[in-house]
């Protein structure tokens, strides 16, 4: 039986043969790995032309803008996906992204801010790059075609959100930051002679290619001198998450396959306002903009909740909002009250045409809520070049290791532009210096799919 999209493949990886790739990633000829095939399935290795190109896997803000980095530096990228461009947590972003651009604010001041959210566990120096690259990361994006919103005399809107210090938040069309950001990266790459796209099920198993599986259930081998993981997170292995369908943790299965490191897998971040909509998967989410525009959240009694818990309120940190929202919907159900905000439909657009999808009225009706599985702060442990402990394998995005125990808002879409700018040139380090095609023909091994079990297991967990 042919599994369902969005299962994680698994590959069964037998003994590698002698002749191993050298320790500094490059491929050479006589690298072999070899799997566990189901006699029925064929396989088939691509051209060797393919064999120059850099395999990118995942096509959100993180997979795009590694693939566009590459191409101004003239070196060739294969983008890899087991959906579409358009289906990727980035595509859904409604938050907006985080730069220190504002006055009054600074690099050490979101870095400070970052830390802090991160219940210090973050690393210092990651956020120190990611925060003092931020505003140029913006500049570069508003060059691109990036449309995001600015007041009338042209200036840069910047919204305040929890955590946050300062009003350092950009948007796009309100609430549709990252469909803009897809969009405007799609565009860009989808006219770029030096990008192809192939749309297939990602696997695989050494870093020297990966092994797809085609819409027809061909099964097909890339090779490459190395391989970029941009797969995004792991919320479909929970009960009720954010995250889009594709998103089902392939990135981390298959960096443990080769035996690359995971570091932090218990930091998994819940966003509190999750529209409760029993049975229906993702569950749609109201951005946190829509409490810095002053909603409020309350009980069955219509009581804030929060005042008594942080002196924030509702702008405290997810993990805090997300466990006040857990204790009172467990109490009798949480709310978030946004009636009184007389322009919500023109503030967000994209939030008012999905409540009302759902026959809510944000102007007229309370909006019930309850935390959902958004985010991995742990994954694949990389350097900040985006290198893994493995040769040849690099992660960039939500798969890798970013975030430390928590997020600020706002910073999903930020990890991802900041960081391929400087993940991109090392693994093109590693195409220049790779020679001849690598001679591997791996195989693959399909097994039925352990989705509805997985999500059972981290149900009773106490996961969703």
């Known amino acids: 039986m042919r599994p369902a999209l969005g299962a994680v493949r698994h590959l069964r990886r037998t003994e590698a043969l002698p002749n191993r790739p050298p320790s500094d990633g490059t491929a050479t000829n006589g690298s072999v790995s070899s799997f566990v095939e189901r006699p029925e399935l064929r396989d088939s290795v691509l051209s060797a032309p393919d064999a120059s190109r850099l395999i990118i896997v995942g096509t959100g803000l993180a997979g795009m803008w590694s693939a566009w980095r590459l191409a101004l530096a003239g070196r060739p990228s294969v983008l890899v ?48 790059v990611l925060t003092t690259e931020g505003p140029e990361r913006i500049r570069q994006l508003v060059a691109l075609g990036a449309m995001f919103d600015r007041g009338p005399d042209g200036t840069l809107r910047m919204g305040l959100e929890g955590a946050h210090s300062r009003p350092r938040i950009l948007h796009a069309g309100g609430d549709r930051t990252g469909a803009m950001l897809v969009g405007c990266l799609a565009q860009i790459i989808s006219r770029h002679p030096l990008i192809e796209i192939r749309m297939l099920v990602t696997g695989g198993e050494r870093v020297v290619g990966v092994v797809a599986v085609g819409p027809g259930g061909e099964s097909l081998t890339l090779a490459g001198p190395a391989v970029v993981l941009a797969t995004g997170g792991v919320g479909q292995l929970y009960a009720v998450t954010t995250n889009p369908l594709p998103a089902t943790g392939d990135g981390w299965a298959l960096a443990h396959q080769v035996g690359a490191e995971l570091r932090d897998l218990e930091f998994l971040q819940f966003h509190p306002t999750a529209v409760k909509l029993p049975g229906v998967n993702p569950a749609p989410l109201v951005s946190e903009a829509v409490r810095g525009a002053g909603a409020i959240l309350v009980d069955r009694d219509g009581r804030r909740f929060l005042q008594g818990v942080d002196a924030r309120a509702e702008l405290a940190s997810r993990d805090v909002v997300a466990r006040a929202v857990a204790a009172a919907a467990a109490g009798g159900g949480a709310w978030l009250d946004a009636r009184h905000i007389a322009d919500f439909a023109e503030q967000f657009p994209g939030v008012t045409a999905m409540l009302r999808r759902h026959g809510l009225d944000p102007s007229r009706d309370r909006i019930p809520v309850a935390p959902a599985l958004h985010y991995a702060m742990g994954g694949i442990g990389t350097d900040l070049d985006g290198r893994s402990s493995r040769p040849g394998l690099w992660a960039v995005g939500e798969v890798a290791c970013t975030g430390g125990s928590s997020r600020r808002w706002s910073s999903p879409t930020e990890w991802p532009v900041r960081s391929q700018a400087s993940a991109t040139p090392s693994p093109a380090a590693v195409w220049a210096r790779a020679g001849r095609r690598p001679a591997v023909r791996p195989r693959i091994w399909r097994g039925e799919t352990a989705m509805p079990g997985a999500r059972r297991s981290a149900t009773r967990c106490g996961a969703s």
Do not use: F, M, N, Y
């Open 81 to 128: 996906t087991k959906s579409t461009l358009a289906d990727s947590a980035s595509a859904w972003a409604q938050g907006g992204i985080a730069a220190a651009l504002g006055p009054g604010d600074s690099p050490a001041l979101h870095a400070a801010d970052t830390l802090a959210a991160g219940d210090g566990l973050a690393d210092p120096e990651a956020v120190r």
